[in-house]
C-alpha cells in the first residue's frame, strides 16, 4: 500500500469513527433533547448538525472540481432554523456522511495531487481532508458535551467511563 492509499484508508477509518460516535450520541437522545438549548447564544444539536451538514455538502459535492464554498450555501441559516425533528435531522446527518465517504472514494493516485479549492485558497487533498477532520470532529465533541449534559446520569459513555480505566487496560493488555 502506497502512502496516498494508507493517507486516504486512515482518514476515511478516522471519519468513520467520529461519525459512530455522532451516531452513538444520537441514540441517546429524544426529539427535545436536540433542540435543547442550554442558554439562549448556544447552538442546539439540532443546528450543529445543520451546520455540519451545510458544511459538507458544499465541501464534498464536486470535491476535485469546485470550490468547496458553494455559492447555494447559506451558513448563517444553518443556525438559525434548526432541524424539527430527529427523522429529520439523522435524513440529513447520513446525506452528508455519504456525500463526504463518495467523494473521498473518487480520490485515486491519478488525482491525488489535484489542488482543492475552499473559498479560493488551495488546499492539497491532505491539507482539505485535515481540515474538515479537524472541523467535524470539534462539532461532535460539542454534540457528545451537549447531550452529555442534557442527560445526566442518564448518559452512557461512549470510551473509557469515569474510574474505568484500569479495567480497560487490564481488557487490552490481556492481563
Not at 489542488?115 to 479537524?134: D, F, G, W, Y
Not at 462539532?139 to 447531550?147: E, K, P, S, Y
Request: with cysteine; charged share 25%; net charge negative.
Amino acid at each position: 500500500m502506497n502512502y496516498q492509499e494508507h493517507f486516504l484508508n486512515s482518514a476515511i477509518s478516522e471519519f468513520r469513527k467520529y461519525k459512530g460516535m455522532g451516531d452513538k450520541t444520537f441514540a441517546q437522545l429524544s426529539d427535545n433533547d436536540f433542540l435543547w438549548l442550554p442558554s439562549e447564544n448556544s447552538n442546539s444539536i439540532s443546528l450543529i448538525v445543520k451546520h455540519m451538514v451545510g458544511n459538507m455538502l458544499s465541501r464534498w459535492t464536486n470535491f476535485l472540481t469546485e470550490d468547496g464554498e458553494k455559492s447555494w450555501r447559506n451558513r448563517e441559516i444553518e443556525f438559525e432554523v434548526p432541524y424539527t425533528t430527529k427523522s429529520e435531522m439523522l435524513t440529513a446527518w447520513e446525506a452528508g456522511w455519504q456525500c463526504l465517504f463518495n467523494a473521498l472514494d473518487s480520490v485515486s493516485p491519478e488525482n491525488f495531487d489535484h489542488p482543492i479549492k475552499i473559498r479560493n485558497e488551495n488546499h492539497s487533498i491532505v491539507e482539505a481532508i485535515h481540515r474538515q477532520l479537524a472541523h467535524y470532529s470539534a462539532h461532535i465533541g460539542q454534540m457528545v458535551l451537549l447531550a452529555k449534559i442534557r442527560k445526566g446520569e442518564k448518559w452512557i459513555s461512549l470510551s473509557i467511563p469515569k474510574g474505568g480505566s484500569e479495567q480497560f487496560n487490564r481488557t487490552m493488555f490481556n492481563n
